[in-house]
């Protein structure tokens, strides 16, 4: 497809990704979440993913994949279906003003000037929480799937004025997500050796697609890896996706709900930033609420149980792979 035929087509499709979502939305209020709707929740994904792929990004060159049933399809092709990438959406003159104000919520961070669930420090990584922050890995009360919760209004700092200026505006200009579709911004910074385990994000809290732009320095995202720990240690994934200095991904789909995905120590050789974008939904828990969560659609319900193979010949069981880790991200 032609450029200008993307970008045709871009403006085009934006009204049917918006009537997918609310299709879908409307399908996580349903109480009775039988597995006839939980079958098509996962058909509604699948064509917001095929939304994507027609509307944008011409830069991934991923496998062609032709229309048959999700059943025909290996695992890999299934990831490839809901990863879209723009390599050099940032140029480098944009990416140095940008790194440049990333150091300088660094030193406000060392200084305190945030909001204390703002800034979040672990191991070789820190993060920032923007808009939104939510309870991870050590930080929940209650582990397990599903069972993350949004801070409470307030809790975090506001998304900086430069972030809305120069990438959530940039973002809308092209129509990569709706206007209006973010409104949490998460910075993660990177040493060398540091990672963030297998995870997927929060179904419940995170609409679709996940963005991230990446910044710095080249690194890799990789899907369907192992952590064993003392020492760190991963298996071979069943994708690693690079990722250059500007590089806008996105995830949905299988590549966001159906399988994990992680920062490999291996990977991170040198200090490297990541802005990742998403929409916090309206009705996402919060900490302190008294009502339990209601919506159950979870990775789980969507992945049969079925051993698999990696690349590396290792064989695991799809459901209890990342039992143990994949909480801490």
Not at 64 to 78: A, C, G
Not at 103 to 125: C, H, M, W
Not at 181 to 195: A, D, L, M, Q, T
Request: with cysteine; proline share 5%.
């Amino acid at each position: 497809m032609e450029n200008h035929d993307v970008k045709e087509d871009k403006y085009n499709h934006h009204d049917n990704y918006k009537n997918i979502q609310i299709k879908i939305n409307n399908l996580n209020k349903d109480e009775n979440d039988n597995q006839f709707l939980k079958k098509k929740k996962y058909k509604l994904k699948f064509a917001c993913a095929k939304f994507f792929k027609t509307k944008l990004l011409d830069s991934y060159e991923h496998q062609e994949i032709v229309d048959s049933d999700v059943s025909d399809k290996t695992e890999l092709q299934l990831i490839h279906e809901g990863i879209f990438q723009k390599r050099n959406y940032f140029d480098d003159s944009m990416c140095r003003k940008i790194e440049k104000k990333i150091d300088g919520i660094v030193e406000k961070a060392k200084r305190g000037l945030y909001l204390p669930n703002t800034f979040d420090s672990a191991p070789l990584r820190n993060k920032y929480f923007f808009g939104e922050g939510y309870t991870y890995g050590k930080h929940m009360e209650n582990k397990g799937p599903g069972q993350e919760r949004l801070f409470k209004k307030g809790e975090v700092d506001k998304i900086p004025n430069w972030i809305q200026k120069h990438v959530i505006k940039k973002l809308y200009d092209d129509k990569v997500v709706p206007e209006g579709f973010i409104n949490s911004v998460v910075i993660n910074e990177y040493f060398p050796g540091g990672c963030i385990v297998s995870h997927i994000d929060p179904i419940h809290i995170f609409d679709r697609p996940i963005i991230s732009i990446n910044f710095n320095t080249r690194s890799f995202l990789s899907f369907g890896c192992k952590f064993t720990f003392n020492p760190i240690r991963t298996s071979e994934p069943v994708l690693s996706l690079p990722m250059d200095r500007g590089c806008l991904t996105m995830i949905s789909g299988y590549a966001a709900d159906n399988i994990t995905h992680c920062i490999r120590p291996c990977d991170i050789t040198e200090r490297r930033c990541v802005i990742i974008l998403r929409r916090v939904f309206p009705n996402a828990p919060r900490v302190g609420d008294v009502t339990p969560l209601d919506r159950s659609i979870s990775r789980y319900s969507l992945t049969p149980k079925t051993r698999k193979r990696n690349s590396s010949g290792f064989c695991y069981d799809d459901e209890s792979v990342h039992k143990k880790s994949r909480h801490s991200y």
